[in-house]
């Protein structure tokens, strides 16, 4: 069983589209944690939350975690074809030390 | 500023043979290091972690192992690859508790 469910699991828009991404959890996280990976390439940390109900915004890319800190949503406003990657959502539990448990990405594909 | 190397990027390597990879971390001291296989596309799975020297905890049993006989570096071994074993391999590290990992830019091992 999957501890983190992301949704979709792929996605392809049209330039200037929005989107939202889900992450999705039964089991409450002290953080949250969202990435971005290209092509061979490691995933690169995009934004960490920590408190429950807490907005984070970076640009055109909006992220909440939930009031419950089990859940976390990433919505990107007026998508570019840049934005193209895997979008992986990361949760840290008080229990697991500084382990973070991924879920199985969101590949999103942005065509001009 | 810190920086994470991994090498070699890329290794092909037969079913039989051993494996070492290394990950070294500079800029800081006492990180929390992370090994991680990759399936194409998908989410990560946490094969080994360490909090100090000598210290490595491994997540699932596998064909792998891991050593850090230093501070900064983390080794991933194997006495003898399987085709199973191949997959694209990340180390990552840390320094707080359920906070941001930092990658490194990942090994594609492919056993033929």
């Known amino acids: 069983t999957q501890l983190l469910e992301q949704s979709p699991q792929f996605l392809s828009i049209q330039e200037g589209e929005n989107l939202t991404v889900y992450c999705n959890s039964s089991?409450?996280?002290?953080?949250l944690q969202w990435y971005r990976q290209e092509p061979g390439e490691g995933p690169v940390l995009l934004v960490t939350?920590?408190?429950?109900?807490e907005v984070k915004k970076l640009k055109r890319l909006t992220f909440q975690f939930g009031d419950a800190r089990k859940d976390s949503s990433l919505h990107i406003t007026a998508a570019q074809p840049g934005d193209t990657g895997l979008y992986l959502c990361?949760?840290?539990?008080?229990?697991?030390?500084?382990?973070?448990?991924f879920g199985e990405g969101t590949q999103l594909t942005v065509n001009p | 500023s810190q920086t994470i190397h991994q090498w070699p990027a890329t290794l092909v390597q037969p079913v039989g043979s051993p494996l070492s990879l290394e990950c070294t971390v500079e800029?800081?001291?006492?990180?929390?290091l992370y090994w991680y296989r990759q399936a194409a596309g998908r989410g990560l799975q946490l094969l080994f972690y360490?909090?100090?020297?000598?210290?490595i905890s491994s997540e699932v049993p596998q064909n792998l192992s891991a050593s850090r006989p230093q501070d900064r570096q983390f080794i991933l071994s194997s006495k003898k690859l399987l085709l199973s074993d191949s997959g694209f391999y990340l180390c990552?590290?840390?320094?707080?508790?359920?906070?941001?990992?930092?990658f490194g830019s990942g090994t594609r091992l492919t056993v033929v």
């Open positions: 800029g800081t001291s006492n990180p929390n």
């Open positions: 939350v920590v408190t429950g109900g």
């Open positions: 990361a949760g840290a539990r008080e229990t697991s030390g500084s382990r973070l448990t």
């Open positions: 089991s409450v996280f002290s953080s």
């Open positions: 990552a590290w840390s320094q707080t508790i359920g906070y941001g990992y930092t």
């Open positions: 360490s909090v100090g020297i000598g210290q």
